[in-house]
């Protein structure tokens, strides 16, 4: 009876329980008063008649929120919502399926590792905003090479990652293994691939903050594409050569949620696929 | 005493360590007799290559020369005829107690699902973690993680059980507690067991016959057998026989130890090197 009780609490709702957590509430009064602070920072020179340094010249809170009002009309944005996202998933899904195998290969093989890790070792510190230009003049489509661009920024997040953790798993879950009777095949499938998952979320989840952060620059210099909206990193900077202050600031935080919508999709993902660890 | 076999046995087994100038002997020209049926507890100083020991063993390292021979064939490699617990718990994380203990059956699928679960409930039931069998390894104290590692190696039914330092790391009670559960395991069911420990009470409770072995190159000093009356309790440590082994064995394993401090293959030196450094 009491083991009834204590599933149907953990199914209670996640709104209701944040609701009643205090560090839910911590969090929303850290925001409330970021807010004030950086309103009074901006409206300091109507109010008080002196101007603040740098904050001064951002758009206040109210600003942006009466923009935010308006642009949420505008079908532009929502479709560059919905372009940035696809590029993101795309390109993150890409480097997933690349990676992960390409990261166990070099974790189990010493050949494969050592023929593969040095030119990968070698290309990884050009950061993958350097490759734009390359990427536009080769794949044929803008879309394609925005694309290429965010892979890569996850890409070798992924694979750093997954060898990392592969190699730091211990010897002796391997011998004990092989003491039952594991063969190699068993050793891989049983005992690495189970021990490397916290390391590939890991991956996922920097990787995914990379990818927003280069998709965003890369929509920026390439121009988005040539439909209207373009994603919101076109957006934001469409805004700023438009000179629309506070509709820069809308992007900026739209860019913010999103990239925490991923985030939290992967940590979901994590808490589903590795019931016995606490995720980040 | 009725004389027992041999089930397992080390014959001049070497094995060193490293290349060239960082070539370190660690095993050397090491006899042993593990009897069938028997607690073998195996006790040396600090860092004299009881690890190593285990490993030979186990067939995780091949010896360089000489040979260990299990019912009169040479061991050649890791096998479920010789499971090991190890000092730090190898519970796979990701698996629950009682997927780990299905573990090794699961894996050779040598064992009908019906009859697995019900060896598998039985087994988990002796070491008393019946509460337990959704947790993971992580959810569980230490002394549960040891309990469910000698589950998971016992319904393997090996022919030799090797625990190395299992109850090394738990607090005093929960290792007190942890010796008298493991006597009655043994006590009850007939098995041939090698116990490597580094606590001298613990081993003379356990053993059979106690080996001690020398600081590095380890090779075996002596063998004690230790003939106290089973079925065997911690009380019986108070006890003068008890105090003898302990006694004997604590000399010799003073003198070893003192090797390995000052560096040397001589003791007194010990006193020369800790003077020197005064």
């Known amino acids: 009876m009491a083991q009834a009780a204590v599933k149907t609490g953990k199914q209670k709702s996640i709104i209701l329980k944040s609701l009643t957590d205090l560090t839910f509430w911590r969090g929303v009064v850290a925001i409330i008063v970021f807010l004030v602070l950086w309103e009074i920072g901006s409206q300091a020179k109507n109010w008080f008649g002196f101007m603040v340094p740098f904050v001064g010249k951002i758009a206040p809170p109210t600003d942006v929120i009466a923009r935010w009002t308006e642009v949420v009309t505008w079908p532009g944005y929502w479709e560059s919502w919905y372009l940035s996202t696809g590029r993101v998933f795309l390109g993150f899904i890409a480097a997933q399926v690349v990676g992960i195998p390409f990261g166990l290969a070099m974790a189990v093989n010493k050949y494969f590792r050592g023929m593969f890790f040095p030119p990968f070792e070698i290309l990884r510190p050009i950061p993958p905003l350097a490759w734009v230009p390359a990427s536009i003049i080769f794949w044929p489509t803008t879309e394609l090479s925005i694309m290429f661009v965010t892979f890569l920024g996850a890409f070798y997040t992924i694979v750093i990652n997954v060898l990392g953790g592969a190699r730091s798993i211990d010897i002796q879950y391997l011998r004990a293994a092989q003491s039952m009777g594991a063969s190699q095949w068993d050793l891989f499938y049983k005992i690495i691939l189970p021990g490397t998952l916290p390391s590939i979320f890991i991956g996922a989840a920097v990787g995914m903050g990379i990818t927003w952060e280069v998709v965003l620059a890369g929509e920026m210099i390439s121009g988005g594409g040539q439909q209207g909206g373009g994603g919101l ?48 | 005493m009725t004389e027992t076999s041999n089930l397992m046995e080390v014959r001049n087994v070497s094995k060193a360590f490293g290349e060239d100038w960082e070539r370190e002997q660690v095993v050397e020209n090491l006899n042993l007799d593990i009897k069938r049926n028997q607690l073998t507890a195996i006790v040396g100083p600090s860092g004299c290559g009881k690890s190593t020991v285990v490993n030979l063993l186990a067939g995780f390292e091949s010896p360089d020369s000489g040979q260990i021979v299990l019912e009169g064939e040479r061991v050649s ?79 393997n039914q090996p022919l030799v059980m090797i625990m190395d330092e299992p109850f090394r790391g738990l607090d005093a009670m929960t290792r007190q507690l942890m010796q008298e559960f493991y006597l009655r395991l043994c006590e009850e069911e007939e ?82 090197s800790y003077t020197q450094h005064a």
């Open chain 2, 77 to 155: 490699g890791p096998s479920k005829d010789r499971l090991v617990v190890f000092q730090e718990t190898a519970l796979m994380p990701w698996l629950n107690t009682y997927q780990n203990v299905t573990f090794g059956p699961k894996l050779r699928g040598d064992m009908p699902a019906k009859e697995l679960k019900i060896a598998a409930d039985r087994i988990i039931d002796t070491v008393g973690l019946s509460e337990f069998k959704d947790k993971y390894p992580l959810q569980l104290s230490g002394g549960m993680q040891r309990r469910a590692e000698l589950a998971r190696a016992l319904i």
């Open chain 1, 233 to 280: 990193g076109f957006f934001i900077w469409s805004s700023y050569m438009g000179g629309v202050m506070d509709q820069v600031i809308v992007g900026m935080i739209s860019i913010g949620l999103a990239g925490y919508i991923s985030s939290s999709l992967i940590r979901y993902i994590g808490k589903v696929c590795m019931p016995w660890r606490r995720m980040f």
């Open chain 2, 191 to 272: 098995r041939t067991n090698v116990f490597v420990t580094s606590e001298l009470e613990e081993a003379i409770i356990l053993a059979d016959s106690l080996v001690v072995l020398s600081n590095r190159p380890t090779t075996v000093r002596e063998v004690i057998q230790i003939d106290l009356p089973r079925p065997r309790n911690l009380d019986m440590l108070s006890s003068p026989e008890a105090y003898d082994y302990k006694r004997h064995a604590m000399e010799m394993l003073h003198e070893e130890a003192l090797k390995s401090f000052s560096g040397t293959d001589s003791e007194s030196d010990f006193l020369k």
